[in-house]
């Protein structure tokens, strides 16, 4: 699938092809774990003690959150998405003194 997808010029379906493998090595252990797991019998609940969750499905998340957290925070910085996205668009539709976009010179 990945060299059909090169062969036919098509990069970003290769991407999409790993990010889904990368959904699925995520979401692997989330699905597996009651199959896995004995079940408790009905109304009784296994003692987890103060953590809810393990470390490997936790950080992804909180790595997310941290990085959408830190986006926000830096958005009027230099090197934010926000200000390349800026420059970007200046670049691309500034007007010239004879008020023709720098595009279609």
């Known amino acids: 699938m990945v060299g ?3 062969a036919a010029g098509m990069d970003w379906a290769i ?3 790993a990010s889904s493998l990368l959904n699925a ?3 692997l252990p989330i699905s597996g774990a009651p199959v896995a797991a004995r079940a ?5 609940y296994a003692a987890r003690g103060w953590r809810e969750t393990a470390w490997l499905l ?3 998340p909180l790595a997310t959150a941290i990085m959408t957290l830190a986006a926000g925070v830096f ?8 200000a390349w996205a800026k420059l970007i668009a200046e670049r691309e539709y500034r007007t ?3 008020g023709t976009p720098a595009a279609l010179e």
Do not use: I, M, R
């Open 40 to 44: 408790n019998p009905p109304g009784t």
């Open 75 to 82: 958005a009027q910085s230099p090197g934010s998405p926000l």
């Open 4 to 6: 059909g997808a090169a």
């Open 58 to 60: 936790l950080l992804p």
């Open 25 to 27: 090595a995520y979401f």
């Open 15 to 17: 991407g999409v092809w």
């Open 96 to 98: 010239h003194p004879l």
